[in-house]
């Protein structure tokens, strides 16, 4: 069974209204940690920065505004939503990316076909896993914190 999915999408870095550029954004998810996706923001002159947020977060979040932690998601635009907003907060710190919707469907489309939406805990080694996957994300937290 493949054990991941990976993308690379291009994402717009909201510096201000008047200045942004585009990054390349890599989308990571895997089945030991299959609530979670992980997105690595590769900035000009910074060591790449991973974030790891729920799944399902980005499932609702391409879809209407959601997020009460750390990572807000919305869609944006006219109908047909083309893209999302996605801020990303830190303290009193933030980062706000602009994503194509359509790039971010396909990657949760192929999510979705590793392990199902709401089938995560039928994982054989979920449980097993559950305390190495919490100790990775703590791990990042701490060295990106």
């Known amino acids: 069974m493949r054990e991941s999915v990976q ?19 890599e ?3 895997e089945t030991r940690d299959p609530f979670a ?3 690595t923001f590769h900035l000009p002159g910074d060591a790449p920065v991973t974030w790891a947020f729920s799944r399902e977060l980005l499932v609702d979040g391409v879809e ?12 944006e635009g006219p109908e047909p939503l083309t893209d999302a907003l996605i801020r990303l907060q830190v303290g009193g710190d933030q980062a706000l990316f602009r994503a194509g919707i ?7 489309d192929r999510t979705d076909k590793l392990v199902p939406l709401g089938q995560e805990r039928t994982l054989a ?5 559950l305390d190495e996957a919490l100790g990775r994300i703590l791990a990042e937290e701490h060295r990106t914190g």
């Open 27 to 29: 989308l990571r998810y």
């Open 64 to 75: 209407g505004p959601c997020g009460d932690g750390d990572v807000h998601i919305a869609p």
């Open 37 to 39: 996706v992980r997105f």
């Open 7 to 25: 993308a690379e999408v291009m994402m717009s870095f909201l510096v201000s209204e008047e200045l942004s550029f585009r990054i390349p954004v």
């Open 125 to 129: 080694d979920f449980e097993a896993n």
């Open 102 to 108: 359509a790039p971010l469907l396909a990657f949760l």
